[in-house]
Protein backbone atom coordinates (compact mmCIF):
# COMPACT_ATOMS: atom_id res chain seq x y z
CA UNK A 1 0.00 0.00 0.00
CA UNK A 2 1.14 3.57 -0.61
CA UNK A 3 2.15 5.38 2.01
CA UNK A 4 0.11 8.63 2.86
CA UNK A 5 1.85 11.52 1.63
CA UNK A 6 3.99 13.26 4.21
CA UNK A 7 3.11 16.65 2.30
CA UNK A 8 -0.41 17.03 3.32
CA UNK A 9 -1.36 17.58 6.98
CA UNK A 10 -3.47 14.90 8.80
CA UNK A 11 -5.72 16.05 11.78
CA UNK A 12 -7.94 14.16 13.90
CA UNK A 13 -10.39 16.10 16.72
CA UNK A 14 -12.49 13.69 18.68
CA UNK A 15 -15.16 15.24 21.09
CA UNK A 16 -19.20 16.23 20.87
CA UNK A 17 -19.84 17.38 17.29
CA UNK A 18 -22.20 20.38 16.99
CA UNK A 19 -23.38 21.46 13.86
CA UNK A 20 -26.18 22.09 11.69
CA UNK A 21 -28.64 22.24 14.73
CA UNK A 22 -27.80 18.58 15.76
CA UNK A 23 -25.32 17.12 17.94
CA UNK A 24 -22.90 13.67 17.76
CA UNK A 25 -22.37 12.90 21.24
CA UNK A 26 -18.91 11.08 20.57
CA UNK A 27 -18.08 12.22 17.04
CA UNK A 28 -14.61 12.86 15.70
CA UNK A 29 -13.69 15.09 12.81
CA UNK A 30 -10.75 14.61 10.25
CA UNK A 31 -8.78 16.74 8.26
CA UNK A 32 -6.04 16.52 4.96
CA UNK A 33 -4.58 19.56 3.59
CA UNK A 34 -7.30 22.03 4.16
CA UNK A 35 -10.54 20.04 3.73
CA UNK A 36 -12.81 18.54 6.34
CA UNK A 37 -12.71 14.42 4.83
CA UNK A 38 -14.91 13.12 7.82
CA UNK A 39 -17.03 14.47 10.63
CA UNK A 40 -19.50 12.06 12.23
CA UNK A 41 -19.65 9.07 14.65
CA UNK A 42 -15.97 7.96 16.02
CA UNK A 43 -17.05 4.49 15.68
CA UNK A 44 -17.72 4.84 12.07
CA UNK A 45 -14.00 6.30 10.78
CA UNK A 46 -12.33 4.29 8.55
CA UNK A 47 -8.88 6.00 8.33
CA UNK A 48 -8.17 3.19 5.41
CA UNK A 49 -11.10 4.98 3.73
CA UNK A 50 -10.24 8.76 4.41
CA UNK A 51 -6.80 8.96 4.30
CA UNK A 52 -5.43 5.97 2.28
CA UNK A 53 -3.86 3.70 5.26
CA UNK A 54 -4.42 1.27 7.39
CA UNK A 55 -3.51 2.36 10.84
CA UNK A 56 -6.02 3.71 12.95
CA UNK A 57 -5.05 7.19 12.48
CA UNK A 58 -2.57 7.05 9.37
CA UNK A 59 -0.08 9.00 10.97
CA UNK A 60 -2.46 11.94 11.82
CA UNK A 61 -1.79 14.46 14.68
CA UNK A 62 -4.36 13.92 16.78
CA UNK A 63 -5.76 17.10 18.92
CA UNK A 64 -5.72 16.74 22.86
CA UNK A 65 -8.96 17.88 24.13
CA UNK A 66 -10.66 17.80 27.43
CA UNK A 67 -13.22 15.74 28.61
CA UNK A 68 -16.59 17.30 27.26
CA UNK A 69 -14.79 18.65 24.42
CA UNK A 70 -17.18 20.55 22.13
CA UNK A 71 -16.35 20.37 18.39
CA UNK A 72 -18.15 23.51 16.42
CA UNK A 73 -17.49 24.84 13.11
CA UNK A 74 -15.25 27.79 12.61
CA UNK A 75 -17.50 30.87 13.16
CA UNK A 76 -18.91 33.20 10.86
CA UNK A 77 -19.23 37.12 12.07
CA UNK A 78 -21.60 38.93 9.57
CA UNK A 79 -20.84 42.46 11.74
CA UNK A 80 -17.70 43.33 12.79
CA UNK A 81 -15.18 46.52 13.15
CA UNK A 82 -12.39 45.30 14.85
CA UNK A 83 -10.59 43.77 17.42
CA UNK A 84 -7.49 43.74 19.84
CA UNK A 85 -6.81 47.21 19.00
CA UNK A 86 -7.31 47.35 15.49
CA UNK A 87 -10.62 49.94 14.50
CA UNK A 88 -11.76 48.83 10.69
CA UNK A 89 -13.37 51.87 10.07
CA UNK A 90 -9.78 53.75 10.00
CA UNK A 91 -8.04 51.53 7.62
CA UNK A 92 -5.13 51.29 9.37
CA UNK A 93 -3.88 48.03 7.36
CA UNK A 94 -0.70 47.11 10.03
CA UNK A 95 -3.83 47.51 12.82
CA UNK A 96 -6.71 45.52 10.37
CA UNK A 97 -4.15 42.64 9.90
CA UNK A 98 -3.58 42.43 13.80
CA UNK A 99 -7.20 42.36 14.45
CA UNK A 100 -7.96 40.11 11.92
CA UNK A 101 -5.02 37.51 13.51
CA UNK A 102 -6.77 38.07 17.03
CA UNK A 103 -10.05 36.62 15.28
CA UNK A 104 -9.35 34.12 13.91
CA UNK A 105 -7.45 32.31 17.05
CA UNK A 106 -10.24 33.60 19.09
CA UNK A 107 -12.58 31.06 16.73
CA UNK A 108 -13.72 33.43 14.23
CA UNK A 109 -12.44 32.04 10.63
CA UNK A 110 -14.45 34.30 8.42
CA UNK A 111 -16.12 37.26 8.87
CA UNK A 112 -16.96 40.80 7.57
CA UNK A 113 -15.04 43.78 8.16
CA UNK A 114 -17.78 46.76 9.03
CA UNK A 115 -17.12 49.96 8.17
CA UNK A 116 -19.55 52.89 9.44
CA UNK A 117 -20.37 55.85 7.70
CA UNK A 118 -17.38 58.60 6.91
CA UNK A 119 -16.70 60.92 3.93
CA UNK A 120 -16.53 59.15 0.40
CA UNK A 121 -13.00 59.34 0.29
CA UNK A 122 -12.89 57.24 3.73
CA UNK A 123 -15.18 54.96 2.97
CA UNK A 124 -13.25 54.10 -0.37
CA UNK A 125 -10.22 54.00 1.07
CA UNK A 126 -11.70 51.69 3.89
CA UNK A 127 -13.50 49.14 0.83
CA UNK A 128 -10.33 49.34 -1.02
CA UNK A 129 -7.93 47.89 1.70
CA UNK A 130 -10.62 45.14 2.96
CA UNK A 131 -11.21 44.14 -0.97
CA UNK A 132 -7.62 43.29 -0.97
CA UNK A 133 -7.23 41.48 2.44
CA UNK A 134 -10.31 39.74 0.87
CA UNK A 135 -8.10 38.57 -1.81
CA UNK A 136 -5.22 37.05 0.64
CA UNK A 137 -8.09 34.98 2.26
CA UNK A 138 -8.09 37.12 5.05
CA UNK A 139 -11.82 38.50 5.17
CA UNK A 140 -14.38 37.47 3.73
CA UNK A 141 -16.09 40.74 2.24
CA UNK A 142 -17.12 43.92 3.37
CA UNK A 143 -20.23 45.28 5.08
CA UNK A 144 -21.32 48.88 5.11
CA UNK A 145 -23.33 49.59 7.50
CA UNK A 146 -23.88 53.02 6.10
CA UNK A 147 -24.04 56.36 5.40
CA UNK A 148 -27.51 55.85 4.27
CA UNK A 149 -28.74 55.46 7.74
CA UNK A 150 -31.18 57.66 9.82
CA UNK A 151 -29.86 60.34 11.96
CA UNK A 152 -32.86 59.85 14.44
CA UNK A 153 -31.32 56.27 14.89
CA UNK A 154 -27.60 56.95 13.98
CA UNK A 155 -26.25 54.93 17.18
CA UNK A 156 -22.60 55.63 17.76
CA UNK A 157 -22.54 56.65 13.67
CA UNK A 158 -21.09 60.23 13.42
CA UNK A 159 -24.23 62.51 12.39
CA UNK A 160 -21.90 64.43 10.13
CA UNK A 161 -21.77 61.91 8.12
CA UNK A 162 -24.86 60.51 6.94
CA UNK A 163 -26.20 61.03 3.72
CA UNK A 164 -29.75 60.28 2.01
CA UNK A 165 -29.53 57.49 -0.53
CA UNK A 166 -27.40 58.35 -3.51
CA UNK A 167 -27.41 56.30 -6.36
CA UNK A 168 -24.10 57.57 -8.09
CA UNK A 169 -22.27 56.88 -4.54
CA UNK A 170 -23.85 53.49 -3.74
CA UNK A 171 -22.34 52.58 -7.53
CA UNK A 172 -19.02 54.32 -6.41
CA UNK A 173 -18.40 51.90 -3.17
CA UNK A 174 -20.02 48.86 -4.98
CA UNK A 175 -17.68 49.28 -8.08
CA UNK A 176 -14.46 49.68 -5.76
CA UNK A 177 -15.26 46.94 -4.01
CA UNK A 178 -14.82 44.83 -6.76
CA UNK A 179 -17.51 42.44 -6.16
CA UNK A 180 -16.12 42.15 -2.13
CA UNK A 181 -19.11 44.30 -0.91
CA UNK A 182 -21.69 41.74 0.22
CA UNK A 183 -23.99 43.78 3.16
CA UNK A 184 -24.93 47.21 3.07
CA UNK A 185 -27.36 48.77 6.13
CA UNK A 186 -29.81 51.07 4.94
CA UNK A 187 -32.61 53.10 6.48
CA UNK A 188 -36.10 51.97 4.57
CA UNK A 189 -37.35 55.18 5.18
CA UNK A 190 -34.20 57.39 3.52
CA UNK A 191 -35.66 59.05 -0.03
CA UNK A 192 -34.86 56.06 -2.95
CA UNK A 193 -33.75 54.03 -0.57
CA UNK A 194 -35.94 51.43 -2.77
CA UNK A 195 -33.84 52.82 -5.76
CA UNK A 196 -30.64 51.82 -3.83
CA UNK A 197 -32.11 48.74 -2.61
CA UNK A 198 -32.89 47.69 -6.66
CA UNK A 199 -28.69 48.43 -7.10
CA UNK A 200 -27.29 46.15 -4.53
CA UNK A 201 -29.18 43.39 -5.39
CA UNK A 202 -28.29 43.63 -8.92
CA UNK A 203 -24.82 43.81 -7.98
CA UNK A 204 -25.20 40.80 -5.37
CA UNK A 205 -24.88 42.89 -1.78
CA UNK A 206 -27.63 42.00 -0.05
CA UNK A 207 -29.46 44.57 1.72
CA UNK A 208 -29.44 45.07 5.20
CA UNK A 209 -32.47 47.25 7.08
CA UNK A 210 -31.19 49.03 9.87
CA UNK A 211 -30.19 52.19 11.77
CA UNK A 212 -34.34 53.09 10.81
CA UNK A 213 -36.57 54.97 12.42
CA UNK A 214 -39.16 53.29 9.96
CA UNK A 215 -42.68 52.76 10.83
CA UNK A 216 -44.17 49.05 10.27
CA UNK A 217 -45.81 49.41 6.82
CA UNK A 218 -42.42 51.09 5.81
CA UNK A 219 -40.07 48.45 7.16
CA UNK A 220 -42.54 45.11 5.69
CA UNK A 221 -42.47 46.99 2.41
CA UNK A 222 -39.11 47.15 1.97
CA UNK A 223 -38.29 43.72 2.97
CA UNK A 224 -40.91 42.46 0.69
CA UNK A 225 -39.10 44.56 -1.95
CA UNK A 226 -35.43 43.02 -1.40
CA UNK A 227 -37.22 39.13 -1.31
CA UNK A 228 -39.18 39.77 -4.45
CA UNK A 229 -36.00 40.84 -5.98
CA UNK A 230 -34.07 38.15 -4.67
CA UNK A 231 -36.39 35.37 -5.92
CA UNK A 232 -36.90 36.83 -9.63
CA UNK A 233 -32.89 36.10 -9.29
CA UNK A 234 -33.12 32.81 -8.15
CA UNK A 235 -36.41 31.68 -10.82
CA UNK A 236 -33.92 33.26 -13.61
CA UNK A 237 -30.76 31.03 -12.39
CA UNK A 238 -28.63 34.17 -11.24
CA UNK A 239 -28.15 32.70 -7.91
CA UNK A 240 -28.61 29.31 -7.12
CA UNK A 241 -29.25 29.48 -3.24
CA UNK A 242 -32.29 31.04 -1.76
CA UNK A 243 -31.73 34.71 -0.66
CA UNK A 244 -32.98 36.94 1.87
CA UNK A 245 -32.61 40.43 3.50
CA UNK A 246 -31.31 40.88 6.86
CA UNK A 247 -31.54 42.84 9.29
CA UNK A 248 -29.01 44.89 11.16
CA UNK A 249 -28.66 44.05 15.12
CA UNK A 250 -32.42 44.04 15.23
CA UNK A 251 -33.92 46.55 18.37
CA UNK A 252 -30.35 48.49 18.21
CA UNK A 253 -30.76 51.72 16.75
CA UNK A 254 -34.44 51.21 16.10
CA UNK A 255 -37.70 52.60 18.26
CA UNK A 256 -39.19 49.99 20.23
CA UNK A 257 -42.22 47.93 19.52
CA UNK A 258 -44.75 49.67 21.66
CA UNK A 259 -49.04 48.17 21.41
CA UNK A 260 -49.81 51.56 18.93
CA UNK A 261 -46.65 51.80 17.40
CA UNK A 262 -44.91 48.34 16.61
CA UNK A 263 -42.49 50.09 14.34
CA UNK A 264 -39.48 48.01 12.11
CA UNK A 265 -39.11 45.41 14.88
CA UNK A 266 -42.76 44.01 14.44
CA UNK A 267 -42.12 44.00 10.51
CA UNK A 268 -38.72 42.17 10.93
CA UNK A 269 -39.87 39.51 13.37
CA UNK A 270 -42.78 38.78 11.62
CA UNK A 271 -40.39 38.59 8.14
CA UNK A 272 -38.05 36.46 9.72
CA UNK A 273 -40.67 33.78 10.87
CA UNK A 274 -41.87 33.71 7.22
CA UNK A 275 -38.22 32.67 6.41
CA UNK A 276 -38.58 36.18 4.84
CA UNK A 277 -35.21 38.21 6.74
CA UNK A 278 -32.65 36.80 9.00
CA UNK A 279 -32.14 38.98 11.60
CA UNK A 280 -28.81 39.86 13.51
CA UNK A 281 -28.85 39.52 17.13
CA UNK A 282 -25.35 41.35 19.34
CA UNK A 283 -26.43 38.25 21.93
CA UNK A 284 -23.27 39.95 24.25
CA UNK A 285 -25.09 40.57 27.38
CA UNK A 286 -24.97 44.34 26.46
CA UNK A 287 -26.55 45.11 23.54
CA UNK A 288 -29.45 42.55 24.32
CA UNK A 289 -31.11 41.53 27.66
CA UNK A 290 -31.60 37.71 27.89
CA UNK A 291 -35.39 37.50 27.61
CA UNK A 292 -35.05 39.58 24.30
CA UNK A 293 -32.77 36.84 22.65
CA UNK A 294 -34.73 33.98 24.49
CA UNK A 295 -37.78 35.27 23.02
CA UNK A 296 -36.30 36.05 19.52
CA UNK A 297 -35.17 32.05 19.38
CA UNK A 298 -38.20 31.29 20.57
CA UNK A 299 -40.49 33.58 17.88
CA UNK A 300 -38.36 33.22 14.38
CA UNK A 301 -35.97 30.14 15.23
CA UNK A 302 -32.34 29.46 15.20
CA UNK A 303 -32.48 29.54 11.36
CA UNK A 304 -33.41 32.64 11.03
CA UNK A 305 -31.03 34.45 13.39
CA UNK A 306 -27.46 34.88 12.91
CA UNK A 307 -25.65 36.03 16.01
CA UNK A 308 -23.33 38.62 15.17
CA UNK A 309 -20.39 40.38 17.68
CA UNK A 310 -20.50 44.01 16.13
CA UNK A 311 -16.68 44.12 17.90
CA UNK A 312 -14.91 47.31 17.82
CA UNK A 313 -11.11 47.69 18.75
CA UNK A 314 -11.29 47.04 22.18
CA UNK A 315 -12.55 43.63 21.99
CA UNK A 316 -10.08 41.06 23.53
CA UNK A 317 -8.27 44.27 25.23
CA UNK A 318 -9.62 45.72 28.92
CA UNK A 319 -11.12 48.75 29.81
CA UNK A 320 -9.87 52.34 28.36
CA UNK A 321 -10.15 54.78 25.62
CA UNK A 322 -10.78 53.85 21.76
CA UNK A 323 -12.25 54.74 18.76
CA UNK A 324 -14.57 53.83 16.21
CA UNK A 325 -14.69 55.43 13.28
CA UNK A 326 -12.67 58.53 14.17
CA UNK A 327 -15.31 58.91 17.44
CA UNK A 328 -13.28 58.31 20.90
CA UNK A 329 -14.89 55.65 22.79
CA UNK A 330 -14.72 55.18 26.58
CA UNK A 331 -14.83 51.25 27.86
CA UNK A 332 -15.70 50.88 31.35
CA UNK A 333 -17.00 47.06 32.60
CA UNK A 334 -16.12 45.72 29.49
CA UNK A 335 -19.08 48.47 28.15
CA UNK A 336 -18.54 50.65 25.19
CA UNK A 337 -20.27 54.03 24.99
CA UNK A 338 -19.72 56.74 22.60
CA UNK A 339 -18.00 59.92 24.62
CA UNK A 340 -19.95 62.69 22.88
CA UNK A 341 -23.64 60.64 23.01
CA UNK A 342 -23.14 57.82 25.61
CA UNK A 343 -24.68 55.37 23.06
CA UNK A 344 -23.23 51.95 23.03
CA UNK A 345 -20.48 52.27 20.86
CA UNK A 346 -20.32 48.45 19.42
CA UNK A 347 -19.25 45.00 21.48
CA UNK A 348 -16.06 44.08 22.92
CA UNK A 349 -16.72 40.37 23.02
CA UNK A 350 -15.94 38.03 20.26
CA UNK A 351 -18.72 35.55 18.41
CA UNK A 352 -17.48 32.70 20.67
CA UNK A 353 -18.37 34.80 23.58
CA UNK A 354 -21.45 35.95 21.80
CA UNK A 355 -22.72 32.39 21.59
CA UNK A 356 -21.44 31.58 24.94
CA UNK A 357 -23.67 34.32 26.06
CA UNK A 358 -26.97 33.23 24.07
CA UNK A 359 -26.32 29.74 25.64
CA UNK A 360 -26.01 31.65 29.30
CA UNK A 361 -29.44 33.08 28.03
CA UNK A 362 -31.37 29.64 27.96
CA UNK A 363 -30.92 29.02 23.91
CA UNK A 364 -29.80 25.31 23.30
CA UNK A 365 -25.70 25.13 22.15
CA UNK A 366 -27.25 23.45 18.54
CA UNK A 367 -29.33 26.56 18.37
CA UNK A 368 -26.91 28.70 18.94
CA UNK A 369 -24.17 27.48 17.43
CA UNK A 370 -25.86 27.22 14.00
CA UNK A 371 -27.12 30.76 13.92
CA UNK A 372 -23.08 31.83 14.57
CA UNK A 373 -22.42 29.00 11.21
CA UNK A 374 -24.67 27.94 9.27
CA UNK A 375 -26.96 31.09 8.76
CA UNK A 376 -24.31 33.37 8.12
CA UNK A 377 -22.72 31.14 5.83
CA UNK A 378 -26.01 31.15 3.89
CA UNK A 379 -26.61 34.94 4.10
CA UNK A 380 -22.92 35.05 2.51
CA UNK A 381 -24.56 32.27 -0.59
CA UNK A 382 -21.17 30.70 0.40
CA UNK A 383 -22.94 27.13 2.47
CA UNK A 384 -20.85 24.72 0.57
CA UNK A 385 -17.54 26.12 1.49
CA UNK A 386 -17.82 26.40 4.97
CA UNK A 387 -20.10 27.33 8.19
CA UNK A 388 -20.72 23.82 8.40
CA UNK A 389 -18.69 19.96 9.92
CA UNK A 390 -19.47 18.20 6.49
CA UNK A 391 -16.81 16.73 3.88
CA UNK A 392 -15.29 19.06 1.45
CA UNK A 393 -16.18 22.00 3.33
CA UNK A 394 -13.20 23.86 4.15
CA UNK A 395 -10.87 22.47 7.40
CA UNK A 396 -12.39 25.35 10.27
CA UNK A 397 -12.79 23.86 13.56
CA UNK A 398 -13.15 25.33 16.61
CA UNK A 399 -12.86 23.08 20.16
CA UNK A 400 -13.79 24.48 23.47
CA UNK A 401 -14.77 22.56 26.61
CA UNK A 402 -18.03 21.96 28.24
CA UNK A 403 -18.56 25.36 28.68
CA UNK A 404 -17.72 27.03 25.88
CA UNK A 405 -14.17 28.24 26.73
CA UNK A 406 -11.66 28.27 23.55
CA UNK A 407 -9.79 25.04 23.28
CA UNK A 408 -8.27 25.35 20.13
CA UNK A 409 -8.68 26.64 16.14
CA UNK A 410 -8.22 25.20 12.97
CA UNK A 411 -8.57 27.77 10.26
CA UNK A 412 -8.10 26.10 6.54
CA UNK A 413 -6.18 23.50 7.89
CA UNK A 414 -3.45 25.21 9.72
CA UNK A 415 -4.13 25.17 13.78
CA UNK A 416 -3.66 28.39 15.42
CA UNK A 417 -1.94 29.50 18.45
CA UNK A 418 -5.20 30.93 20.97
CA UNK A 419 -4.83 34.83 21.70
CA UNK A 420 -3.38 35.80 24.80
CA UNK A 421 -5.89 36.71 27.51
CA UNK A 422 -6.34 40.26 28.63
Known sequence: MTSPDARQPRLVARGRIVTDGEAVD??????????????????EFDAADEFGAANEFSGAEELK????????????????????????????EDAARQALDFLH?????????????????????????????????????????????????????????LLEPDVGLAQELIEAADGKMMTMTYAPELPGADTVVDLLIEHGVTPSLGHTDADAATAEASLAQACEELDELAAAGFDDQEAVPTVT????????????APGPVAACLRAAAADRAVVELVADGVHLDPATVRMVFDLVGAGNIALVSDSMAAAGLGDGRYTLGGSPVTVQD???????????????STLLDVVRHTVGAGISVESA???????????????????????????????????????????????LTLPVSS
Open 369 to 415: VRSATAVPAAVLGRSDEFGSLRRGLCADLVVTDSELRLVAVVRKGNT
Open 65 to 92: VPEGALLLPGLVDLHCHGAAGGDFPSAD
Open 26 to 43: DGLVAIEGDRIVYAGPAG
Open 334 to 348: GVATLDATGAIAGGT
Open 105 to 161: RSGTTTLLASLVAAPPEELLRGIRLFARLDGEGLVSGIHLEGPFLSPTRCGAQNPDF
Open 249 to 260: HLFNAMPPLLAR
